[in-house]
T-cell receptor
Framework: DQQVKQNSPSLSVQEGRISILNCDYT??????FLWYKKYPAEGPTFLIS?????DKNEDGRFTVFLNKSAKHLSLHIVPSQPGDSAVYFC???????????????FGQGTRLTINP | KAGVTQTPRYLIKTRGQQVTLSCSPI?????VSWYQQTPGQGLQFLFE???????NKGNFPGRFSGRQFSNSRSEMNVSTLELGDSALYLC???????????FGPGTRLTVT
């Protein structure tokens, strides 16, 4: 049961343009969402997160949008740069006050290629 | 501040053997989680340790086990290795399990 899905295994974008990566989830109990970037032979690097009480969070060139009714989130990168070429994973969890976050559930990843 | 470190980085084992992987979290982080990454399945959660106790567990067989020491360092053990256990094993640490997790570079395990 794939609770977090990234339906596009790959995406190719021209340098300077906007990259939009999408992620859908099925578990309505998820209330915290994250994006990670992964280069080959390295562990994932945390990029940006959003709590379910918000619908947008920005950090420099990266913006994450959350649509709770559609159970959909997206990561916008603008402008896209060659160094952004990597695999991007979205992840979701349900945080509890007592126990802290439950396990992160990851999507399958989207390979983003930025063309010069 | 040093990042998450994992040892060894690469490992080759044969079927039936057992293996122990090690993870040192970021200083001050008390939660350590383990993940398995394979091309077909993506990142799959194995388990999470917090203050030496397993707090969360994924859907892996009992051959996969772990522990955490008082200094928050963690080890993961896989017994009776199978070919399908070949994967990148990633460890991630966080302050208390909530919020973002910081990943190590992983241990690439190959079972022949």
């Amino acid at each position: 049961d794939q609770q977090v899905k990234q339906n596009s295994p790959s995406l190719s974008v021209q340098e300077g343009r906007i990259s939009i990566l999408n992620c859908d989830y099925t578990n309505s109990m998820f209330d915290y969402f994250l994006w990670y970037k992964k280069y080959p032979a390295e562990g994932p690097t945390f990029l940006i997160s959003i709590s379910s009480i918000k619908d947008k969070n920005e950090d420099g060139r990266f913006t994450v949008f959350l649509n709770k009714s559609a159970k959909h989130l997206s990561l916008h990168i603008v402008p896209s740069q060659p160094g952004d070429s990597a695999v991007y994973f979205c992840a979701a969890s349900r945080r509890t006050i007592i126990q802290g976050a439950q396990k992160l559930v990851f999507g399958q990843g989207t390979r983003l290629t930025i063309n010069p | 501040k040093a990042g998450v470190t994992q040892t060894p980085r690469y490992l080759i084992k044969t079927r039936g053997q057992q293996v122990t992987l090690s993870c040192s979290p970021i200083s001050g982080h008390r939660s350590v989680s383990w993940y398995q990454q394979t091309p077909g399945q993506g990142l799959q959660f194995l388990f999470e340790y917090f203050s030496e106790t397993q707090r969360n567990k994924g859907n892996f067989p009992g051959r996969f086990s772990g522990r955490q020491f008082s200094n928050s360092r963690s080890e993961m053990n896989v017994s009776t290795l199978e070919l399908g256990d070949s994967a990148l094993y990633l460890c991630a640490s966080s302050l208390d399990g909530g919020g973002e997790q910081y990943f190590g570079p992983g241990t690439r395990l190959t079972v022949t």
